[in-house]
T-cell receptor, first 114, second 109 residues
Framework: ETGVTQTPRHLVMGMTNKKSLKCEQHLGHNAMYWYKQSAKKPLELMFVYSLEERVENNSVPSRFSPECPNSSHLFLHLHTLQPEDSALYLC?????????????FGPGTRLLVL | GIQVEQSPPDLILQEGANSTLRCNFSDSVNNLQWFHQNPWGQLINLFYIPSGTKQNGRLSATTVATERYSLLYISSSQTTDSGVYFCAVAGGSQGNLIFGKGTKLSVKP
């Protein structure tokens, strides 16, 4: 248990569906991240939120839309996804005191797009 | 950007054996972490070790920042050590991690 939770843990969706992934952290951190892990690529950054503002969008397609309503919650809204978007989506958080702190990861949402 | 390379990509051990996993990185870093990813996908923090040596039970890690590498040692391996081990360094302005491709470890009984 890392203090970072994600729901749902598994999701199957069609290409025309709209769904949302949720991440919640109870560590008092104020930087949160979405990472993607697909079968053929290393873990890669999608979005960074610091103090609830998006500070980096790592050239992610617009069919992925993040939302950070407060420092404890992070969402990833999904619409019109493609089968190649099937992957493990991981959320992480860390304190906002500079670059040298440990990141803690949630258990991930395993997404399958049909 | 920073490149992170891990070796070996795959490792099969008999229970009780020792092993060393290596992580090379292409630029100076002030954040290096080792993770173990279990079969269900959870990334478990093992070490935050930008430099020096740390030990936690059967696991220890050493980072030589001036030579841009880190080593993870697993002693007396157990079947529960199986999984993928990732090295990651902070590479972005907001501390986001850049991951290596991992070492897949299989420990046989």
């Amino acid at each position: 248990e890392t203090g970072v939770t994600q729901t749902p843990r598994h999701l199957v969706m069609g290409m025309t569906n709209k769904k949302s992934l949720k991440c919640e952290q109870h560590l008092g951190h104020n930087a949160m991240y979405w990472y993607k892990q697909s079968a053929k690529k290393p873990l890669e950054l999608m979005f960074v939120y610091s103090l609830e503002e998006r500070v980096e969008n790592n050239s992610v397609p617009s069919r992925f839309s993040p939302e950070c309503p407060n420092s404890s919650h992070l969402f990833l809204h999904l619409h019109t996804l493609q089968p190649e978007d099937s992957a493990l989506y991981l959320c992480a958080s860390r304190p906002q005191r500079g670059r040298g702190e440990t990141q803690y990861f949630g258990p991930g949402t395993r997404l399958l797009v049909l | 950007g920073i490149q992170v390379e891990q070796s070996p990509p795959d490792l099969i051990l008999q229970e009780g054996a020792n092993s060393t996993l290596r992580c090379n990185f292409s630029d100076s870093v002030n954040n290096l972490q080792w993770f173990h990813q279990n079969p269900w996908g959870q990334l478990i923090n093992l070490f935050y070790i930008p430099s020096g040596t740390k030990q936690n039970g059967r696991l220890s890690a050493t980072t030589v920042a001036t030579e841009r590498y880190s080593l993870l040692y697993i002693s007396s391996s157990q079947t529960t050590d199986s999984g993928v081990y990732f090295c990651a360094v902070a590479g972005g302005s907001q501390g986001n991690l850049i991951f290596g491709k991992g070492t897949k470890l299989s420990v046989k009984p």
